[in-house]
Structures are given as structure tokens and as C-alpha cells.
């Protein structure tokens, strides 16, 4: 039959609370993509979905069109989807015009794996479950619904789960009108009001639903993703950046629109070591997937070396035509001036002061001193070359024992596109070796604080462990600066630290003060 599907994601979500600082709420990750895709996922492929947008809705308009560009979408921007004069009832009614046809509503932060039925008549979906503290439910007669409740009713059969279909749509927005009315002011307004009054005139059967997800709370999210993880990729989450998998291509998210258009031009510098980029919008770019192997999953000592001379002979090329001052200039600006401004943030992020610790039984002076005993005139000798600026395991794909793409490369070097330092790359490297997804995951690593007296300690992979040690043999061999890639490392941790969550930023910033400390020590 011919239908429409009506997804709203123009509400601020808040109960998601700093989750959706950066983004609207259907975007949020779960498993390998954005809760709205499970929902677009689940109807068939030539299905018209009316979207509206609000809260971040040019970020929705983008994902979508960029994700799905055979679908059909219409997009409605709804003016008022917050504060005063807002509701989700005045959300639905700036849709009216393009449902004049039966239609399905889905609230965008409710999944099912449940094939959903055409509105060939009207109809609600309901849930078994008891708690409705936090939801809208509905009594039954049979497979009638008799009744809608708001939140908290005590006597009900099954939860409203946010999906009713709707084939009389005329009755369903003359009564829409009629409550926005008579109550324009109230906030508290939606579909539950109208289908209160709409089910005492026309029949609505119950759909029960076996599998519900409400990704609208913090609770419900991270059942959403314990359940819906299919481990296909480790991803460290971050409010302000998500990737996705949609069918065979890979979708990246920036809220920073500068990170995401960057990273788009550096395309033309590191040209086929990465893959080939499909599309952007501001904030947002697609790219092919790479088939191959992760290497955080397969590096061992008989093909590591052999991503080192790979790297040589395809990344880390000599650039000549460089002002070598200005490169001089930039490498302080990355390594010193933004790392003091990181360990200023980490400061104000945990109100501590920058003080003299024991740490594993070392007394290690102030970070400030430490850092006066780094000569960053001789940390920035080298000559600039292509580079990746984010070479880590977890971002390198092998393809055959000879070939690798480069992925999540980062987006600049202090703001320079094509130039950088190889031996960023190096130490990125190095410290991917020792501080990695799978042992922040697996909590492998523990940080004791005990006034200042510290412990910190990490649980690493055997086979990584080798690796490591191969990796220094092989600089070695090859006259690299060793001295420079461990004092880069640790410099590397201590910058992650004021990004990362309770108790990990804790971890990062006394093991990168350890390990600077030791670094200076045995130079």
C-alpha cells in the first residue's frame, strides 16, 4: 500500500544529558551505526520517511543524504523544538502537510527488530513490560486498545512504545489541531493526546512487540549497546566525533566541521594509502570500505616490520619545497604549546596543581620542571614528510603481506595539511604498543592514588610486547631517534589525558609523567 513513515528528531533529547552536547540523539551511536539507522534499516527499500529537524537537524539532513542517497526523504524543519511554544505535538503538525496519506510515526530513539506491519488500519505497538514511570501505556480488550495512559499509570496491559500506525490520518490531524488549539502553550503535548481521543472513535489493534529498545536514556543506551554490539570495530567514544558502517561504505562524524574538511583535502596528499572518499558534507565524510585485516588484531612479529618499510616507502616521504623555520615553529606549537595547554586542562578538569609525585616508588619532580628539561629545539631537528598523524594499529588495514590503507588519519600538523613530522607517526606507533583499545576496554591497566604516592601499572598483550621490542631493534638498526620517539610517546599520553573518562585520564597523565621522567633519565 502506498504509506509514509514519519521519524521525529527535532527534540534535544536531554535525557541523554552531555551525550547529546554535540549531536542529536538519533546520531548516537549503537554497535556499528546511529540509532536512526536501525529504524531506516527496518522498513522496505523504497519506503518514504518525512523527517523533521530541529536540535542539530542539518546534521540528520547530511547523515541521511549522504548515507542513504536512493532513499526517499523529506525533510520539515520545525522552528520551535525547544522552549517555550514547543512540543512534540507541534513537531507532528509541521508534518501534517506531507501525511496526507496513511502513515507509520517512529520516534527516533525507539528500535525494534520486529518487522513492522503497513498501517492498512490503525494500530499501536505495545511492550510487556511493568515499569511505566517513564513511559506512556495502553489497556487492552482482546487485541483492542481501549485506552492510552500517560507516564506513571498504575493499571495498564502494555508499555506505548512510541510506533502506532495511523490509516485514518485525516481524524488523526483534525483532532492534532483541535488539542494544539485549545492548549497551545503546553509542552507536555504528543501523540498520546490524540490517540486518547482518536481510539473512542476509531478502532486501533495492538501490535506486540518482541524486541524494544528506548535509546532515549542513559540506561536505555547502554542496554541498546550491550545488546545491539556485534564487535565488528573498536571504537573509543568521543562526544564530539562518531564513525559508522553503513552497508559497505564507512560514514565519519566531526562537530567540529574543520576536522571533517581537512581531513576531506588531506585526501590529495596521502592519496592511495588511504581509501577512496565518496562524499562529504560539513561535518561529515564517506568513504569506501577497505577489506583486509585489522592489524590491532593481527600484528605479530613475522609482519610488523614489514608495515615499517611499507610506511617508508609510501608515507613518510622527504616534502623539500617547506619554510623549514616555519615547520621548526610548528612542531613547538604541537609538542610544547599544546601540550602545556592539555596538562592545564587536565588540571582544571580534576582541580589538582602540578606537583612532585612518587610514582612507582619515583620521586618525579613538577610536570613544569620536567618539561624544562626537554630540549624541544632538538625534538624538532628532522626534516618534514608526509605523515598520518594518527598511526595506530587500530587504524591500519592490511590488505596482503606487502599493502596496508591508512585510516582515521588525523587532520592537520599544527595546521599545515601536507607537511608533518614522521616521527609522530613513530611515537604514535610506540605508544599504540603499549596503550591501546583492547586494554582500555578490558580495564588492563590500574591507577592507585594514595595522597602522592602513585601506582600505575598496565596488563599488556604478549605479542605486542614483542612487537615492541622488535620495533626498537629495527630503529636502532636503522639510525632512528630513538631518544625523540620515547619522549614523544610519553608527550603523547600526557595530551590524551584531559580527553578521556574517570579513571583512564587519571592513568594517562601519571603514567605519561613516569614514563617522561624516564625517558629524560636514560637519554
Not at 524543519?77 to 510515526?105: D, M, R
Not at 577497505?290 to 616534502?319: C, D
Request: net charge neutral; glycine share 4%; with cysteine.
Amino acid at each position: 500500500m502506498d504509506y509514509k513513515v514519519l521519524i521525529t528528531t527535532s527534540g534535544i533529547g536531554s535525557r541523554l544529558g552531555e551525550i547529546t552536547k554535540y549531536t542529536n540523539k538519533c546520531l548516537v551511536r549503537i554497535g556499528t551505526k546511529p540509532a536512526i539507522s536501525y529504524i531506516i534499516d527496518n522498513y522496505p527499500t523504497k519506503t518514504k520517511f518525512v523527517i523533521t529537524l530541529g536540535y542539530f537537524g542539518n546534521y540528520v539532513k547530511d547523515f541521511l543524504e549522504l548515507a542513504y542517497p536512493e532513499k526517499s526523504f523529506e525533510f520539515v524543519n520545525v522552528k520551535k523544538y525547544a522552549g517555550e511554544g514547543s512540543s512534540l505535538l507541534v513537531s507532528l503538525l509541521e508534518a501534517e502537510k506531507n501525511l496526507q496519506i496513511p502513515f507509520i510515526y517512529h520516534v527516533c530513539d525507539n528500535i525494534t527488530l520486529d518487522k513492522i506491519p503497513e498501517p492498512e488500519h490503525n494500530w499501536i505497538s505495545g511492550y510487556n513490560n511493568r515499569d511505566s514511570s517513564s513511559y506512556a501505556s495502553i489497556s487492552l480488550s482482546g487485541k483492542k486498545v481501549i485506552d492510552i495512559h500517560k507516564k506513571g499509570h498504575m493499571n495498564f496491559d502494555l508499555l506505548h512504545t512510541g510506533l502506532i500506525g495511523i490509516n485514518d490520518f485525516k481524524r488523526f490531524w483534525e483532532i492534532a489541531n483541535k488539542i494544539n488549539i485549545e492548549k497551545p502553550t503546553d509542552s507536555t503535548l504528543g501523540d498520546v493526546d490524540v490517540l486518547k481521543q482518536q481510539i473512542n472513535i476509531d478502532d486501533f489493534k495492538v501490535v506486540k512487540l518482541k524486541t524494544w529498545f528506548d535509546i532515549g536514556s542513559i540506561s536505555g543506551l547502554n542496554l541498546s549497546r550491550k545488546k545491539l554490539s556485534n564487535n565488528e570495530y573498536e571504537v573509543l567514544d568521543k562526544l564530539a566525533e562518531s564513525i559508522f558502517k553503513i552497508d559497505n561504505y564507512i560514514i565519519k562524524f566531526f562537530s567540529d566541521s574543520k576536522l571533517s574538511t581537512n581531513r576531506v583535502d588531506r585526501k590529495f596528499y596521502l592519496k592511495d594509502n588511504i581509501p577512496e572518499i565518496i562524499d562529504s558534507r560539513d561535518n561529515f565524510f564517506k568513504y569506501k570500505y577497505v577489506e583486509g585485516k585489522l592489524f590491532s588484531h593481527y600484528a605479530n612479529r613475522k609482519n610488523f616490520i614489514g608495515l615499517i618499510k611499507w610506511s617508508e616507502n609510501n608515507l613518510w616521504k622527504p616534502i623539500e619545497d617547506v619554510d623549514y623555520n616555519k615547520f621548526k615553529n610548528d612542531c613547538k606549537l604541537f609538542y610544547y604549546d599544546k601540550t602545556t595547554s592539555r596538562i592545564n586542562d587536565f588540571h582544571l578538569k580534576k582541580n589538582i596543581e602540578d606537583k612532585e609525585n612518587i610514582i612507582n616508588d619515583e620521586k618525579i619532580p613538577k610536570l613544569k620542571d620536567l618539561l624544562k628539561d626537554v630540549d624541544f629545539d632538538e625534538l624538532t631537528q628532522d626534516k618534514p614528510t608526509h605523515f598520518h598523524g594518527d598511526f595506530i594499529l587500530d587504524n591500519i588495514i592490511q590488505i596482503n603481506e606487502n599493502e596496508f590503507k591508512l585510516i582515521d588519519w588525523r587532520q592537520d600538523f599544527s595546521g599545515n595539511l601536507e607537511a608533518g613530522d614522521m616521527y609522530y607517526d613513530l611515537a604514535k606507533l610506540s605508544h599504540n604498543l603499549v596503550v591501546n583499545h583492547g586494554i582500555i576496554d578490558k580495564n588492563l591497566f590500574q591507577i592507585e592514588i594514595k595522597k602522592d604516592k602513585i601506582r600505575v601499572n598496565i596488563n599488556r598483550i604478549q605479542t605486542l610486547v614483542e612487537c615492541e621490542k622488535l620495533y626498537f631493534e629495527y630503529l636502532k638498526n636503522n639510525n632512528y631517534n630513538i631518544k625523540k620517539i620515547k619522549l614523544l610517546r610519553a608527550i603523547i599520553w600526557l595530551n590524551m589525558s584531559p580527553l578521556h573518562h574517570h579513571p583512564f585520564d587519571n592513568f594517562l597523565y601519571y603514567f605519561g609523567k613516569y614514563e617522561l621522567y624516564n625517558a629524560l633519565k636514560n637519554e
